[in-house]
């Protein structure tokens, strides 16, 4: 048995063009449809591990998949606005804990999720470096981020403006990292996260600025009346919220009615949920309740079916491969007749001509599945973040 | 022999198996942050041995306006508990990002009933002050009825954390629910005496008590520890001619200069202590008794 491997071997080596076409098309044929079903099984893991952590979440009538993909995974769609009376109102049922979530924002590409800081007693969310914010205009960073862009606390981010011709528009809020979160391999380390206030200045619904009434330039004064002071659009506002200026800070209006775009409800218990559930029914409640487990389990079924279709094409694409490298092995034989019948009337049998060739063949299939090993280790190891960069 | 040596180690290892865990439940406290002394009496009434109840705030400032920093904001991001007076009280607790479902905002149950107070100056863009009592009234302690619903929210706030500990809460509760019933019955039978009689007082802080108590009270913005100005007295001379009172209630004990420019002008001083911070003597129940104590001199 060893001869007819040391001969195959001598000849694989020989011919490496060969072996190398040979042991790559087999390779691909293996390792494309495990691979893609390792990713497939940790991007349903993913998305199904984070939805059932998140029991219920409400948020206007529309889309119940966007709201899920920006709420849970802090999606590019943001679904339309509700306000934070619906955090009070969840409060006041006392059937379940609010945790209001604003996900408008990005910063640097990054999604900025304002937020209290229940969120992450919630998800469990522990720091790696640094602390917590405890002031309007500072955020923490998630893992990824830091990475990504190389910040550590003590740096800074500045929101980024909507759209880049928004003359009219809100200055950038340049905030201060005061901490790194420790991966979660989620979509969590993926976003930076500010109070939930934090993020209505950064939409301009509050701002910090000079004190009018005392002012001495009197050219960002509009109108000065007894009990009133109007200034113009000169009036600068801070970008910046710092210990110097916090106090000049304020929101203008309720913050009762400032927006959301979601709220995460976790009942109380099983029970509690099934009536908060039960509330949301009515028609005239202007918000939905969605578990986003479900919504999530929908997706996944639609995903099983593609994946059916791409496991049917990677079959038939295979099958033919298969064929063409079953035509290029008896090509080959052909070709090398007069070299079998050389190894015949040296005296080797028919059945050690069949060893030698199958020596060759086991030797390919041995090395394509190395490869195809080692390709799927790499896979699986990268697998949490392959999927985020590419599924989530 | 070898068993003999060992049973009574085994013995003590089966009885701390059950008792520690009692022992560790039983030791557990409630590590409970709040923003005035009213509140941290009501939360150490309440609670008990289970509670340690903590009000960073030092002894000499008004908790209302002092500013906690970083750190101390972290201790109280780290509480058990955070127990807020509502109604605009402690405006540092706007600017900071606190852990929202830990905080107990006591004057929930009767936002709806909260005193709005007018400044001189609205805001299109900014109201000032260095020291301003504008917006919404916030001594709601000083109304008992609404000290009894803060109360009450502080308790079901505690029984929320340990419902284990729900009959304890709710006999402490009670007994304090008792007391402050007591001095709300008092404080309406002097509002009674009184009838409406025309009193001062030196700081905007007495919202509720005129209100609760039906006492006739015109506000100003003096300070115990400080002898008005020119300005103000010559304010206050203007405001008698149509407020004929005869009392100034005091926050603190009054500078003996200011008592005696009151006292030629035929006004007698009392002192009413909110009691915003931790008493040097004697506690939440004591200090509101003297109160009444001083308010009765009024019609004595």
């Keep these: 048995m060893m001869d007819s491997l040391y001969l195959a071997w001598r000849y694989l080596v020989y011919n490496k063009k060969k072996t190398f076409i040979l042991v790559c098309c087999i390779t691909i044929i293996a390792a494309l449809p495990l691979a ?26 529309g889309s119940a998949l966007d709201l899920v993909m920006n709420s849970l995974y802090f999606g590019d769609e943001v679904p339309e606005t509700i306000t934070m009376a619906a955090t009070d109102q969840v409060m006041d049922t006392g059937l379940a804990a609010p945790i209001p979530l604003y996900v ?71 905030m201060k990292i005061t901490g790194v979160l420790a991966p979660s391999h989620n979509a969590d380390d993926l976003a930076v996260f500010a109070d939930i206030q934090t993020a209505w200045v950064i939409q301009g619904l509050g701002h910090g600025h000079k004190d009018v009434t005392r002012t001495t330039d009197s050219s960002v004064i509009l109108k000065k009346e007894e009990s009133n002071v109007t200034a113009n659009a000169k009036l600068m506002q801070y970008t910046e919220i710092t210990k110097d200026n916090i106090d000049s800070f304020h929101l203008h209006g309720d913050a009762i009615n400032f927006p959301l775009t979601a709220v995460l409800a976790l009942p109380y218990d099983e029970k509690a949920g099934t009536i908060l559930q039960g509330r949301y029914l009515e028609k005239e409640m202007p918000y939905q309740i969605v578990r986003p487990k479900e919504v999530i389990d929908t997706l996944m079924a639609n995903i099983f079916k593609i994946r059916n279709v791409l496991d049917a094409v990677i079959l038939f694409v295979g099958s033919a491969t298969l064929l063409a490298l079953v035509l290029v092995f008896s090509l080959s034989l052909r070709l090398r007749e007069r070299e079998i019948d050389v190894i015949f009337k040296l005296g080797c049998s028919r059945a050690t001509i069949v060893k030698l060739l199958g020596a060759e063949l086991f030797i390919i299939i041995l090395i394509s599945a190395g490869v195809c090993a080692g390709l799927l280790a790499f896979v699986h190891y990268y697998d949490q973040s392959l999927v985020r960069s590419l599924f989530i | 022999m070898r068993s003999n040596r060992s049973a009574p180690i085994l013995l003590m290892f089966v009885i701390l198996m059950f008792t520690l865990p009692l022992k560790v439940s039983a030791g557990e406290k409630l590590t409970i942050y709040t923003v ?25 400032v008004d908790p209302a306006f002092w500013e906690p920093d970083d750190d101390i904001v972290r201790q109280y991001q780290k509480a058990d508990l955070i127990i807020l007076n509502g109604a605009g009280y402690a405006k540092w607790t706007r600017k900071v990002s606190l ?10 149950a009767f936002k709806d009933d909260l005193v709005h107070i007018q400044t001189n100056v609205t805001h299109s863009h900014g ?37 284990a500990q729900k009959q304890i809460f709710s006999e402490n509760f009670e007994e304090l629910r008792g007391d402050l019933q007591e001095l709300d019955k008092q404080l309406a039978a002097i509002g009674e005496r009184l009838a409406r009689v025309p009193f001062f007082a030196s700081h905007p802080i007495y919202q509720y008590l005129a209100r609760r108590y039906n006492m006739n009270i015109k506000m100003m913005m003096w300070e115990p520890n400080e002898d008005p100005d020119d300005n103000e007295w ?29 006292k030629n002008m035929g006004i007698n001083s009392i002192v009413y202590a909110p009691c915003m911070n931790r008493p040097e003597n004697g506690d939440f129940l004591s200090v509101m008794q003297a109160n009444i104590q001083n308010l009765r001199k009024a019609y004595q």
């Excluded at chain 1, 969120?119 to 955020?139: I, K, N, P, V």
């Excluded at chain 2, 709601?140 to 929210?153: G, H, N, R, V």
Aim: aromatic share 10%; glycine share 8%; net charge negative.
């Design chain 2, 36 to 60: 005035n002394y009213p509140l941290t009496y009501f939360a150490e009434r309440i609670g008990g041995d289970h509670v340690k109840v903590i009000l960073p705030a030092p002894a000499d």
């Design chain 2, 99 to 108: 852990p929202m479902l830990r905080m107990v905002d006591t004057s929930r």
């Design chain 2, 127 to 163: 109201p000032g002050g260095d020291h301003s009592h504008g917006g919404t009234a916030f001594t709601t302690w000083l109304d008992f009825s609404q000290a009894t619903m803060q109360a009450e929210a502080i308790y079901r706030a505690l029984v929320r954390k340990l419902p």
């Design chain 2, 234 to 262: 010559q304010h206050l001379q203007e405001i008698s001619q149509e407020h004929t009172a005869r009392w100034m209630i005091w926050e603190g004990e009054p500078l003996s200069v200011s008592m005696e420019k009151l």
């Design chain 1, 36 to 61: 893609l079903e390792v990713l497939l099984n940790e991007s349903e893991r993913q998305l199904a591990l984070r939805a059932k952590s998140s029991p219920l979440l409400i948020g206007a009538k």
């Design chain 1, 104 to 174: 408008r924002f990005k910063s640097r590409g990054f999604p900025i999720v304002g937020t209290t800081l229940d969120y992450f007693d919630f998800r469990s969310l522990e720091l790696a470096q640094g602390d917590m914010f405890t002031m309007l205009g500072q955020c923490i960073i998630g893992a990824e981020v830091a990475r990504e862009l190389a910040l550590k606390p003590g740096d800074f981010v500045v929101s980024s403006p909507e759209t880049l011709f928004d003359i009219a528009g809100v200055y950038p809020l340049k």
